[in-house]
């Protein structure tokens, strides 16, 4: 059978924040292994994290989680850069792949299921999640894309490889209105905080 892997982007700089977002605590536990334990709740097959800036502490973060880590050693190059050193180091039997936010612990392990069954059901080959307000993470791509995304560079994500690709884009529909907070500075941690406390 082919495989279906998660990889998680928790290599980043925090530039903007000044901390490491991926670090940060919600209720009691870093933000990073809240995105990690809804990937393995889903039927992903493996969870790929790729680390960079603070990659020990990240490491340390996840401990005992069964999770696959790849280190970026050009993470201070951007975003793109992780997409490709996760999508190089996929074994030969990956079919797709999911991609996570490090910073993104509201993601859903239902929305992740619904990508993984519209590639193995109907053969999709780009699969977005739909929110109210627009589509974002978590963003399923097939092995036919694996090259563009591994040549990937600098700040360039995936959202590139998908506007080449804007035909083979479908969509599956969040539980959700809002797309998922992800930490860019104080005031999104601080409403994230915020939303977390009050179940939302």
């Known amino acids: ?17 000044g901390r490491p977002k991926q670090l940060l605590e919600l209720d009691g536990v870093p933000v990073i292994r809240h995105v990690v334990r809804r990937a393995l709740e889903s ?7 790729v680390v960079g800036a603070r990659g020990d502490d990240v490491r340390d973060a996840l401990g005992g989680e069964p999770v696959r880590f790849v280190a970026n050693e050009q993470y201070a190059e951007g975003q793109g850069t992780s997409l490709a050193a996760g999508v190089s180091a996929l074994g030969p039997d990956t079919d797709a ?27 999709a080959s780009i699969v977005m999640t739909e929110y109210a307000d627009g589509r974002s993470h978590p963003v399923l791509f097939g092995n036919e894309h694996f090259l563009n995304l591994a040549a990937l560079k600098g ?44 179940g939302s």
Do not use: C, H, Y
Not at 43 to 49: F, G, Q, R, T, Y
Not at 101 to 111: F, R
Not at 179 to 188: G, V
């Open 1 to 17: 059978m082919s495989r279906i892997a998660g990889i998680v982007l928790a290599a980043g700089m925090s530039r903007r924040l």
């Open 43 to 49: 039927s992903l097959d493996e969870v790929i994290v």
């Open 97 to 123: 792949v999911v991609i996570l936010l490090g910073d993104q612990p509201g993601i859903e392990p239902a929305v992740i299921d619904r990508g993984v069954a519209e590639r193995k059901e109907r053969g």
């Open 155 to 198: 700040d360039e994500g995936g959202r590139s490889v998908i506007r080449r690709n804007a035909s083979q884009v479908v969509t599956v529909r969040a539980d959700r209105d809002a797309i998922p907070a992800d930490i860019d500075t104080e005031d999104d941690w601080r409403r994230l905080q915020e939303s977390w406390t009050a």
